[in-house]
């Protein structure tokens, strides 16, 4: 056990530190270091068309991330011993290995990416407990038959898995048919595994969350997009909601399976307009 490694890694990667890159400026949000000029500035442009102002996106991307490890540390004390997180991005508090296998040792996660800069940093994630193991595969999630392949040399697909979506399914545009991809990766699954998703929306704060978008878009030379809630359901099809299904992020937080830790709920400061909501629809899907 304990067979930790990178599989079609190259660890040293060419980064281009004057264009803002989508890892880095989310590392900024969530008070990371390991981002540069470019990645805050266009955290700040996308900050400054927003009521909520920096702080509030910081607050928003913390929660992320709570969502995450509740999920996670849930599926655990439920049995799961298996771990498919893709799209993990830089490794910051409470990665999905550090959080599993506090609940159970023997828990196995493989961490899927595609990004050059998130290989960078694979090293860090790739500390297992000794009765668990972790891998590192750098693949792309366009790709779900060859990440499903990968991840078999470490996972076994006829017991339970959680896959996890978290904030990621935003960066694919419909032109790359994310559903389709969705479905790939479920079909490859037992029963009695689980999706994890989160995805941005409109949905609360309307054209001008659609801005905030389209600049962190022009920054980072990704393609963003929001979703509605019935188009973020469509992720889920086939699979029964664990209750309370699908909701905002914060709802989630609050009313989900999993008790609400300490950091649940990142306060925002007091200038930070009442009305902000955080932009992102939350689910927990089981496959029967």
Request: proline letters at 8%; glycine letters at 6%.
């Amino acid at each position: 056990m304990g067979m930790n490694g990178v599989v079609n890694g190259d660890l040293d990667p060419v980064i281009n530190h004057t264009v803002a890159h989508a890892s880095r400026v989310y590392d900024y949000l969530l008070g990371g270091t390991d981002n540069f000029e470019a990645d805050r500035r266009a955290a700040v442009s996308m900050a400054e068309v927003l009521p909520g102002g920096l702080a509030a996106i910081q607050s928003n991307c913390r929660q992320n991330r709570v969502f995450l490890a509740q999920a996670v540390h849930w599926l655990a004390s439920q049995g799961v011993r298996q771990f498919l997180d893709i799209g993990p991005g830089i490794p910051t508090v409470n990665p999905t290995h550090q959080v599993a296998q506090r609940v159970a040792a023997d828990c196995r996660v493989v961490y899927v990416d595609r990004d050059p800069i998130v290989l960078a940093h694979a090293h860090e994630l790739l500390r297992s407990t000794p009765a668990g193991d972790v891998r590192f595969i750098q693949e792309d999630l366009r790709h779900p038959a060859q990440i499903l392949e990968k991840a078999a040399e470490l996972l076994d697909f006829d017991q339970p898995v959680a896959v996890l979506l978290v904030a990621i399914y935003h960066m694919l545009p419909d032109s790359q048919h994310p559903h389709r991809i969705n479905t790939a990766l479920l079909a490859g699954l037992s029963e009695g595994s689980f999706l994890v998703a989160s995805h941005l929306t409109a949905d609360f704060l309307g054209p001008v969350w659609d801005e905030a978008v389209r600049r962190l878009s022009e920054s980072t030379h990704e393609s963003f997009c929001n979703r509605t809630r019935e188009q973020f359901a469509g992720f889920f099809d086939g699979l029964e909601l664990v209750p309370p299904g699908i909701v905002p992020i914060d709802d989630w937080l609050r009313d989900g399976p999993e008790p609400p830790g300490p950091n649940a709920q990142p306060k925002l400061p007091e200038d930070v307009d009442p009305d902000w909501v955080n932009p992102l629809w939350a689910a927990v899907g089981y496959k029967p």
